[in-house]
T-cell receptor
Framework: DTGVSQNPRHKITKRGQNVTFRCDPI?????LYWYRQTLGQGPEFLTY????????KSRLLSDRFSAERPKGSFSTLEIQRTEQGDSAMYLC????????????FGPGTRLTVL | AQTVTQSQPEMSVQEAETVTLSCTYD???????LFWYKQPPSRQMILVIR??????QNATENRFSVNFQKAAKSFSLKISDSQLGDTAMYFC????????????FGGGTRLMVKP
């Protein structure tokens, strides 16, 4: 297993466009998390899945944001009608239910909204 | 609401010296977990060390150790024999036992190890 992967690594888009990011967690991990990290700040929790169920959503996740994990494996995060304030690094992490342990992070997708 | 505060935005240390990064947190819960994560430049975040709040003994991982003061809600990270590869952003983070396992992060401390 090569760890958590995210695609694309970089995305530049124009304001008002829709973007979609993908996260592939470590294969045996059944929990998957999305975080957002703006420049010079710590990551902020957005949402998490246990298998295919979305169990928690932050108030940061406006109605323009939607996340899915259809088969309990990979996940997608879509942002509709992007705004300049959406520019950030979007991080995905995964872990295994049953322990309060290490979340394994992916390299992130850096979004720039022009 | 949970909060995590790192009061040192930037720090530097000479190679082979020791440095301590500070972290304070706020919670009304008794059961929780504390973490230090490292984010090297342009690389992904990795776990450095973790501490369960019910354990009185401070966690240690090789050159990394913590000073966990539960009553003071303080969780500092000590890096001994600093190496150039320790240059990174360091984030203190927190999970409450019954809060769905999502991490709450501090704002980070940028550590520069100088040769």
């Amino acid at each position: 297993d090569t760890g958590v992967s995210q695609n694309p690594r970089h995305k530049i888009t124009k304001r008002g466009q829709n973007v979609t990011f993908r996260c592939d967690p470590i294969s045996e991990h059944n929990r998957l998390y999305w975080y957002r990290q703006t420049l010079g700040q710590g990551p902020e929790f957005l949402t998490y899945f246990q298998n295919e169920a979305q169990l928690e959503k932050s108030r940061l996740l406006s109605d323009r944001f939607s996340a899915e994990r259809p088969k309990g494996s990979f996940s997608t995060l879509e942002i509709q009608r992007t705004e300049q304030g959406d520019s950030a690094m979007y991080l995905c992490a995964s872990d295994l239910r049953g322990g309060i342990g290490e979340q394994f992070f992916g390299p992130g997708t850096r979004l720039t909204v022009l | 609401a949970q909060t995590v505060t790192q009061s040192q935005p930037e720090m530097s240390v000479q190679e082979a010296e020791t440095v301590t990064l500070s972290c304070t947190y706020d919670t009304s819960e008794n059961n929780y977990y504390l973490f230090w994560y490292k984010q090297p430049p342009s690389r992904q975040m990795i776990l450095v060390i973790r501490q369960e709040a019910y354990k009185q003994q401070n966690a240690t991982e090789n050159r990394f150790s913590v000073n966990f003061q539960k009553a003071a809600k303080s969780f500092s990270l000590k890096i001994s024999d600093s190496q150039l590869g320790d240059t990174a952003m360091y984030f203190c983070a927190f999970i409450e036992n019954n809060a769905g396992n999502m991490l709450t992060f501090g704002g980070g401390t940028r550590l520069m190890v100088k040769p």
